[in-house]
């Protein structure tokens, strides 16, 4: 497609490495963010919103005691507390969340020494968000009960999801000094410690998990995304391949082990972890959009498509997937379906660049240039400094035989962008298609002060200095070529021919040449220049032999069959000589010089014959300038 490749924007859809750092606080899953299991800060805070009370609460008319690890002796409320309490637990089942306050509040008055209530208190004030209040509850709790390991646990989470990361991390360790096996609490203190980037530390807190509980879903979990943040992607899949054994509906985890999957490039296996992963959540568009990632890393276009078209079903206003969907029909060359899709995404979207880039190339493939040209010019309107649109407006003229508007094109973007050096480049091209040698050589001319490191310039400029006959120039242009671009295979053979055609530093000329053909072995044009280059150092076997061989690799070309006459009339065969001379007349009846040279050999007057065409234009061809064979695409 004319300069745009479509399927390398497939690819564009999301890596896996980065969807890693944010995967968990961000992907949904059935609706609800996952819990409290990943790297960098977890949304605890919401998490902690949508739970019951920390501590279970007790039928009415039992006993209400404290609950502690410091103080075993049991303590009973105050009676007038524990009135309050029953009320203020009434009102919460009944959702009478105010009430209930009010009668904690009335519960602590009545017993200020309680850290039950406290916490009871604190947890529905998270729950009504507002956490500074809960945590000056649960503050008080540990204050009366120092070793209160909920308080502990409560303020932990509340420190931990706002960014009081280093508090909740000292009083994880301090739970851990009462209760070393407290499985939760390495869980969460693993967690915090691997979002400070302390993976060491958190290892070994994930390893205990495991070490308590092997069949902790949790703990393989944890570690398996630990490794993953680590890079270390195969000890990962490991752990997440642990997990989803134990939870085979853990959904979650069958996303995080087709990441890393995806990562290690085994794609047959991420596809069948987002399958699973579907079947377990059909409407989860984000695993849909990994699943279409991996059938294109898989070349399954169809299977691509397929997906997208279900993610389209589920949400139909997503143009993104639209845009998706029209890159897979342009890559199967399904142009009507492509420019379908990217119409309706411009229709939602109508200043979006890249969307009328890629349907104006899907347009110019299938030679549709007016409307090609239309899309490029709404593209200007909108934003007159992007590039490709001015050098696509361009070509396109050019291609359709429109120099005036070519010109036109070219010269508005010279104005937009005058260091770039292909700009100058293209407007000297049209210029010599229009015969304007004299203009084009200024405009090359003109295009190395702004760019001096673009080859391709002094090339074509040396190639314009030839038409005009000024040898200095050619040889000094082509030089600066090679000079920018040592492996400038034209300008090499281009340089090459002109010094073995003029007979001088010959040696030279061979080296030139033999550098061309180094870049190019199988360019006839480049042969042909070699098999010259000996002709005019008197080696005749080795000319003869390259320029059979140019003439093999390049059948219609008269000036390869007139070099090939010239070697046969030196070598005294001139039957051959006639012959080949003959096959050149043929293809190009107007040469003159040949004409002569047919008759000054005794041949007499070459018979008519009708043209078949000039010397092809091929890539780098040894007597016609490579400007003719420049293709502007």
């Known amino acids: 497609m004319p300069g745009i490749r479509l399927f390398p924007f497939i690819h564009a859809l999301t890596p896996a490495r980065a969807v890693w750092s944010n995967f968990v606080v961000n992907l949904r899953v059935s609706s609800r963010t996952i819990g409290p299991c990943g790297f960098g800060r977890v949304g ?16 009415t008319g039992a006993s209400i005691q404290e609950e502690t690890l410091v103080e075993p002796a049991a303590r009973s409320l105050e009676s007038a507390a ?145 490794y993953a943040e680590m890079g270390l992607f195969e ?201 304007q040698t004299a203009a084009a050589i200024e405009t090359f001319t003109r295009g190395t002060e702004a760019d001096d490191k673009n080859a391709d310039l002094f090339f074509q400029l040396g190639a314009a200095c030839e038409k005009e006959g000024r040898a200095e120039c050619v040889v000094r242009s082509m030089e600066t070529a090679i000079r920018v671009n040592p492996k400038h295979a034209d300008a090499l053979n281009f340089l090459g021919y002109t010094l073995a055609e003029r007979g001088e530093r010959l040696d030279e000329a061979l080296d030139l040449i033999r550098r061309a053909l180094a870049e190019k072995p199988d360019n006839g044009y480049y042969v042909d220049s070699l098999g010259w280059a000996y002709f005019q150092k008197g080696m005749l076997e080795e000319a003869l032999a390259e320029l059979k061989r140019a003439a093999e690799l390049v059948r219609e070309d008269p000036v390869i069959r007139e070099h090939l006459g010239d070697v046969y009339l030196r070598k005294g065969m001139r039957e051959e000589a006639r012959g080949e001379w003959m096959r050149s007349l043929g293809l190009d009846p107007k040469n003159e010089k040949l004409r002569n040279k047919f008759r000054e050999a005794g041949f007499g007057d070459p018979p008519s014959a009708s043209p078949n065409g000039s010397r092809s234009s091929g890539e780098g061809s040894s007597l016609v300038s490579p400007v003719d064979a420049m293709v502007l695409r």
């Open 44 to 59: 605890l805070f919401a998490v902690l919103l949508s739970l019951g009370p920390i501590l279970p609460l007790p039928a």
């Open 82 to 226: 524990a009135y309050h309490y029953i009320r203020a637990y009434q009102a919460e089942i009944l959702g009478d969340f105010d009430g209930a306050l009010a009668a904690y509040d009335e519960a602590v008055a009545a017993d200020p020494e309680s850290a039950f209530l406290r916490m009871q208190h604190a947890q529905l004030l998270l729950r009504r968000g507002r956490p500074q209040e809960a945590v000056r509850l649960a503050e008080e709790a540990l204050r009366i009960v120092p070793g209160h390991v909920p308080a502990m646990l409560f303020l932990g989470q509340v420190y931990g999801s706002t960014k009081r990361t280093d508090e909740a991390i000292d009083l994880y360790r301090r739970i851990l000094k009462i209760d070393p096996k407290r499985e939760e609490v390495l869980f969460y203190l693993g967690s915090l410690l691997a979002s400070k980037k302390e993976y060491a530390a958190a290892l070994d807190l994930f390893r205990k998990v495991i070490e308590i509980n092997p069949q902790s879903i949790m703990g393989h979990h944890s570690l398996g995304r630990l």
């Open 235 to 435: 000890d990962a899949a490991r752990h997440l391949d642990e997990t989803v054994r134990l939870k085979p509906n853990y959904e979650a985890a069958r996303v995080s082990l087709g990441l890393t999957y995806e990562i290690l490039e085994r794609f047959a296996d991420a596809e069948k972890q987002y399958k699973a992963a579907i079947e377990i959540n059909p409407h989860n568009n984000e695993i849909r959009e990994r699943l279409a990632q991996v059938y294109v890393r898989q070349k399954s276009l169809g299977a691509a498509l397929e997906q997208l078209q279900q993610m389209a079903g589920f949400d139909p206003d997503n143009l993104d997937v639209h845009y998706k969907m029209g890159l897979i029909y342009a890559d199967q060359k399904e142009y009507d379906n492509a420019v379908s899709q990217f119409r309706l995404v411009l229709a939602g979207r109508p200043d979006d660049v890249r969307t009328r880039t890629v349907l104006a190339a899907i347009l110019e493939e299938m030679n549709d240039n007016d409307g090609a040209l239309a899309e490029y010019k709404e593209i200007l309107v909108r934003n007159p400094g992007e590039y490709n649109a001015w050098v696509r407006t361009g070509m396109i003229h050019s291609r359709t035989s429109r120099p005036k508007e070519a010109e036109a094109a070219f010269r508005g973007a010279i104005e937009k962008f005058p260091k770039k050096g292909d700009l100058y480049l293209y407007l000297g091209l049209v210029q010599m298609q229009k015969k």
